[in-house]
Nanobody, 118 residues
Framework: QVQFVESGGGLVQPGGSLRLSCAAS????????MGWYRQAPGKQRELVAG???????VYADSVKGRFTISKDNGQNTVFLQMNSLNADDTAVYYC????????????WGQGTQVTVSS
């Protein structure tokens, strides 16, 4: 059974930073492209950052230059460093094996809430 456990979210002021972690189990982590997705209230879930099995990365335009995705294959963990946060980044953040800009290959975890507010 594939599971993703996201952590690291919280309340942060505009301009602040957070580092999210996602521990994956039940998959051969190094064989999949992985993605961080987010879903804001009333909006569709969207890909914000992806990393391939060979560690090539891709970012949504809205986070380019502010977010950095990385992974540790040995720990089966993917990270998202988020800097210069703003209110538009407020959402629940999820990780999954990448299948599309709005979908993952497996069931979603519980996500981690990121709230940017003064």
């Amino acid at each position: 059974q594939v599971q993703f456990v996201e952590s690291g979210g919280g309340l942060v002021q505009p301009g602040g930073s957070l580092r999210l972690s996602c521990a994956a189990s039940g998959i051969s982590f190094s064989s999949y492209a992985m993605g961080w997705y987010r879903q804001a209230p009333g909006k569709q879930r969207e890909l914000v950052a992806g990393i391939t099995s060979s560690s090539n990365t891709v970012y949504a335009d809205s986070v380019k230059g502010r977010f950095t995705i990385s992974k540790d294959n040995g720990q089966n963990t993917v990270f998202l460093q988020m800097n210069s946060l703003n209110a538009d980044d407020t959402a629940v953040y999820y990780c999954n094996a990448y299948r599309g800009i709005t979908s993952g290959r497996f069931d979603w975890g519980q996500g981690t809430q990121v709230t940017v507010s003064s």
